[in-house]
């Protein structure tokens, strides 16, 4: 059964940093591109960054441009995403993703972490 299970998330003051980590199990890493999404309450779901298969190419969201940095470590089945910067409109769940490579969707999500940033 495929797992994506994301830690690091936590409190945090505006101008801090957290780093969030999403291990995989069950599922060949490397043949997945892996998004990073959030959703804070009462909005919709916000793409945060992606980063391909091989880590070649990384996208990410206008609002985290400049701020934050995802990676990935396919020896240890695991995508990264470096917050610097953070404001308070940075709290959300955030979520990891795996999406098979050459597809369009999205298949496994895994559970979120909570990222709260004060003022």
């Known amino acids: 059964q495929v797992q994506l299970v994301e830690s690091g998330g936590g409190l945090v003051q505006a101008g801090g940093s957290l780093s969030l980590s999403c291990a995989a199990s069950?599922?060949?890493?490397?043949?997945?591109?892996m998004g990073w999404f959030r959703q804070a309450p009462g909005k919709e779901r916000e793409f945060v960054a992606s980063i391909t298969w091989n880590g070649g190419r990384t996208y990410y969201g206008d609002s985290v441009k400049g701020r934050f940095t995802v990676s990935r470590d396919n020896a240890k089945n695991t995508v990264y995403l470096q917050m610097n910067s953070l404001n308070p409109e940075d709290t959300a769940v955030y979520y990891c993703?795996?999406?098979?490579?050459?597809?369009?969707?999205?298949?496994?999500w895994g559970q979120g972490t909570q990222v709260t940033v004060s003022s």
């Open positions: 993703a795996a999406q098979l490579r050459f597809t369009d969707s999205y298949t496994f």
């Open positions: 069950a599922l060949t890493f490397g043949r997945y591109n």
